[in-house]
């Protein structure tokens, strides 16, 4: 039988694997830029890029899944490792085992600073420093995740 812990545990993995899968194969339009095919003229109407994907097609499957996984890496990547330096009693040890690493504080920041970059340097030079700024976003959202689940893997592997 499985304890408490590891239920809980299977499900935090569950859903990290769902949501790399997720955004992975939205990337890649399901296909699309792999296989080239067309997109059909149902899924033209709604995208308004034209591609076969969902999070182009509504705010809720574009904007919603990304500020719950921007607030992660800012809660998990910033905030947790900063608590963790300077008062890691106020943190749960319960949940030590699903902590980001000290070192994603890095790949957070870096994160955070593309993201609100674009919006002051507009304010302040009238210029964007990153062409797309979104692109650059991602891939720094997604190192995170890469990262931080080759930890995971590994704090689980050792454990067992």
Request: hydrophobic residues 50%; aromatic residues 16%; charged residues 20%.
């Amino acid at each position: 039988m499985q304890s408490p812990r590891n239920k809980w545990l299977a499900a935090w993995f569950i859903v990290a694997i769902l949501g790399s899968f997720y955004v992975a194969f939205e990337e890649i339009s399901w296909g699309q830029w792999i296989f080239n095919w067309s997109t059909p003229d149902a899924m033209k109407e709604v995208n308004y890029q034209g591609e076969t994907n969902l999070h182009n097609t509504s705010k809720w499957l574009n904007q919603k899944p990304r500020l719950l996984l921007e607030i992660g890496i800012i809660l998990g990547g910033i905030i947790i490792p900063l608590l963790r330096m300077i008062k890691p009693e106020c943190l749960p040890e319960r949940f030590n085992i699903i902590y980001p690493p000290n070192f994603l504080i890095v790949i957070a920041s870096i994160y955070t600073v593309a993201k609100f970059s674009h919006k002051f340097s507009r304010m302040l030079f009238d210029e964007k420093i990153f062409q797309r700024s979104s692109e650059i976003e991602e891939l720094y959202l997604y190192f995170f995740i890469f990262l931080y689940m080759i930890v995971m893997y590994k704090r689980v592997a050792g454990k067992s």
